[in-house]
């Protein structure tokens, strides 16, 4: 009798085993633009917080999508008046900010910015929540994910800021800020744009959004 209780413990932990391995693999294969399935649970507590950093009593800026222009400063805007309560070590260059804002939504002409002013392409693992497929997909058919629809557009940047300064797959982002900040530099986009390699499922995503950086706001606008 006590070989076959044995027995039975070491069948179970084997299969445990097996069970764990399987489940690691089945997270691997579900990752998406946003990181993986790990950090759902660090999302979702975001969205119980969505106030965030916006607790001022000011009227919150109006992000327009109506030019390049228009876009890229009144997104500056936005993010001035999130930084009254975001502290240095924990901001994010502007410039980084409006180079993947403009790269997920086409300098803010896309359905996403302008339906669910989303400008980061942020997605949400809650059915519950307001969301939003790609055009040519069936909007009532839940996959697992959806784009996140926010409240305003500068919602979208605080909920965005506060993604990059909590959720563990921008950990090395953190880390090469904090480390720039500790020799008294404040980093700049292009210090900081290798890191979220993790942000999108494009290979060449950091060098995108790098070469927009040098090109289309370094020299043309004034942040």
């Known amino acids: 009798m006590k070989k076959l209780n044995l027995y039975f413990i070491i069948v179970c932990l084997c299969g445990l085993w097996i069970y764990a391995c399987s489940s690691s693999d089945e ?6 633009d946003d990181g993986c399935p790990e950090f759902v649970s660090m999302m979702e507590e975001l969205d119980a917080e969505l106030i965030t ?7 919150v800026p109006i992000v327009s999508t109506k030019t390049k222009d228009d876009f890229v400063y009144s997104l500056n805007r936005c993010i001035t008046h999130l930084y009254q309560n975001v502290p240095l070590e924990k901001q994010i260059p502007r410039e980084l900010i409006i180079a993947q804002a403009a790269i997920e939504t086409g300098w803010g002409k896309s359905r996403f910015a302008n339906e669910g002013n989303n400008l980061f392409g942020i997605r949400t693992f809650n059915k519950d929540d307001e969301w939003l497929l790609p055009i040519t997909w069936d909007q009532n058919k839940w996959i697992g994910w959806g784009v996140k629809v926010f409240k305003t557009k500068c919602d979208s940047v605080a909920y965005y800021i506060r993604m990059i300064n909590e959720v563990y797959a921008y950990a090395e982002f953190r880390e090469v800020r904090a480390k720039i900040l500790e020799y008294g530099e404040i980093p700049d986009g292009l210090d900081l744009a290798p890191t979220l390699t993790k942000y999108a499922s494009r290979s060449n995503y950091t060098e995108l959004v790098a070469i927009l950086i040098k090109k289309n706001i370094r020299g043309v606008y004034e942040l």
């Open 27 to 32: 997270l691997e294969d579900n990752c998406t």
């Open 53 to 59: 950093y916006n607790t001022s009593a000011e009227v």
